[in-house]
């Protein structure tokens, strides 16, 4: 009877731990297997919409998994929320857009209404743009790749973009989105292919990433508050730019932007805000900051411009931009310019810029011709610390500069060499545009941008010694490899410490069903210890009674 009780509690055990498992393996939604027939080098469209829609309403945290291999979406597809649980897209292989791009709307990839979304797996998104950057007014083009809109509490992570119709991502109505490790490549010469553009959002945040467009590596538009882009390598493209501003009615605010540690090479403009004359309306853009940024090679380094007018269109110049520019900082800004021209504010007559401060600024001038590196205001005085009177406004003869440093006689910035790891294994695509990565070389360190007083000797202490190395976790069984991009060798690193804000590194993304099961591992054997000493407890008491 005692054999037959403790084989009664010892299969109850089994039964709750095969019913965890099953569990967590009903959670993952593979639009591969046999419920939606999925298949690699097909339209997978429908089978993903119905792989999201099961995942979206499941009533615990969920998994849409896109394997390795290459698969294409013919047609528009939205993954639509309000989901009842966070839910996690795994991107590990590559989606591609159709060519001809005559049956979508605007965009290709919609997210709408979700919160709690994670996008990671280390996959790519080919938007497949070649025939959109022609010059053939007939052919139709989506302004947008990738849309997050009403988006909220999200992270976007190890995930590659590349060859854009237009857009890579747009950001909008949406709220505390971080985009981590992505990357974002496209050819120098495509047209409007900015990486990132956010607009009518808040506390989004851009780091760790690498973006090499034909436009701007990130646009903040308008409506957009509490802004962070920071440690981003950007370039060949049109630099970190706020703006294009005033170019519509009813434009919202951009107030609280924060761009720093960042490298920008090769790109031609570096730290820009951009405002249309004419405006239809009054705007505002304030509580900017720019800070410790490197350039090499930049053509317009520091850039403020409210005259300005995109390629194609016909603009009032005469008449000055109504958009508000004020409490502006470019702080610990050094490198090489392009241009002779290395700081221009250029600010509207009728709204003259406020409350602008230039601080720390070294910049030498790296071009062909023969000319001196100066610089350019005007409607605006600025404050200036630890400016050479070249890079001072060097027009306007009433700037005060505080702490004028001696100007510099060094040869302009060039970064120092460093060591590229092996080339992953090329992607087999339908082109391979030229690599697109910044120069194997980074720039030295940046100088702190505020003097500190030095710290008074202290007594030497013995090292600590080296902590233990935590082994790390085996890898899932069948863990695909990570897709890359067609750029065959991987961008270079930050000069900047990347801040570890998730997984460090894609395959980490792509282990979370490992982690779960470890995760769960010590949770079933403390349950089956508990009904184990249980049932030891009743029987020794029944031996007690008889």
């Known amino acids: 009877m005692k054999s037959m009780n403790t084989l009664a509690i010892l299969l109850l055990s089994l039964l709750l731990a095969s019913t965890v498992a099953a569990d967590d393996q009903s959670n993952v939604f593979d639009v591969t297997s046999s419920k939606y027939g999925g298949n690699p080098d097909s339209d997978i469209t429908k089978a993903l919409t119905m792989a999201w829609t099961d995942a979206c309403e499941s009533g615990s945290t969920s998994t849409v998994l896109v394997p390795t291999g290459t698969y294409k979406l013919l047609e528009q597809i939205s993954f639509e929320g309000p989901c009842n649980a966070p839910i996690q897209f795994q991107l590990q292989g590559m989606l591609q857009a159709p060519e001809d791009r005559s049956q979508l709307d605007d965009s290709w990839v919609y997210f709408k209404t979700i919160d709690k979304l994670t996008l990671s797996g280390g996959g790519t998104f080919d938007g497949q743009g070649e025939l959109s950057w022609k010059e053939d007014k007939h052919f139709h083009s989506t302004p947008v790749d990738v849309r997050f809109k009403t988006v909220n509490n999200s992270v976007i992570s190890d995930i590659t973009f590349m060859d854009s119709a237009k857009f890579h991502i747009s950001v909008h109505a949406s709220s505390n989105i971080t985009f981590q490790r992505v990357t974002i490549t496209a050819p120098e010469d495509s047209p409007n292919t900015d990486g990132i553009h956010i607009a009518g959002s808040s506390k989004i945040t851009v780091s760790d990433s690498y973006i090499a467009t034909g436009d701007d590596c990130v646009s903040i538009g308008d409506g957009a508050t509490e802004i962070l882009v920071s440690n981003i390598t950007c370039g060949p493209g049109h630099g970190i730019s706020i703006g294009s501003l005033g170019k519509y009615p009813d434009e919202q605010p951009v107030v609280g932007v924060t761009v720093k540690n960042c490298t920008l090479t090769g790109t031609t403009n570096g730290a820009r805000i951009k405002t249309w004359p004419d405006s239809p309306a009054e705007g505002v853009a304030k509580d900017i900051l720019y800070q410790d940024i490197i350039m090499v090679n930049v053509k317009n380094p520091i850039l403020i411009n409210q005259n300005y007018c995109d390629k194609g269109k016909k603009c009032k110049q005469m008449v000055p931009s109504k958009v508000q520019i004020s409490d502006v900082r470019f702080k610990n800004i050094r490198g090489s310019s392009l241009s002779p021209v290395a700081v221009k504010l250029d600010c509207s007559q009728s709204m003259p810029c406020q409350n602008v401060e230039l601080s720390d600024i070294d910049l030498a001038y790296s071009g062909d011709e023969k000319d001196e590196i100066t610089s350019e205001c005007s409607n605006v005085k600025p404050r200036i610390t630890g400016v050479t009177k070249s890079l001072a406004c060097a027009n306007l003869r009433d700037i005060p500069i505080e702490g004028s440093p001696s100007p510099s006689t060094s040869p302009p910035l060039e970064p120092a060499p460093v060591q590229q790891s092996p080339p992953p294994a090329p992607v087999a695509k339908h082109h391979h545009p030229p690599p697109l990565s910044p120069p194997a070389e980074e720039a030295p360190p940046l100088p ?65 069903l490992w982690k779960k099961t470890i995760v769960r591992v010590p949770v079933l054997l403390l349950v089956f210890v508990i009904v184990l000493v249980s049932a030891v407890t009743a029987l020794c008491c029944y031996c007690t009674k008889k």
């Open 448 to 512: 702190p941008s505020e003097e500190t007083p030095p710290l008074p000797p202290v007594e030497e202490t013995p090292p600590l010694p080296p902590a233990v190395e935590t082994p790390p976790l085996p890898p899932a069984v069948g863990t695909p490899p990570k897709v890359t991009s067609h750029d065959p060798s991987p961008p270079p690193p930050s000069p900047y410490p990347y801040r570890r804000l998730g997984p460090t590194s894609s395959a980490a993304g792509n282990n979370n």
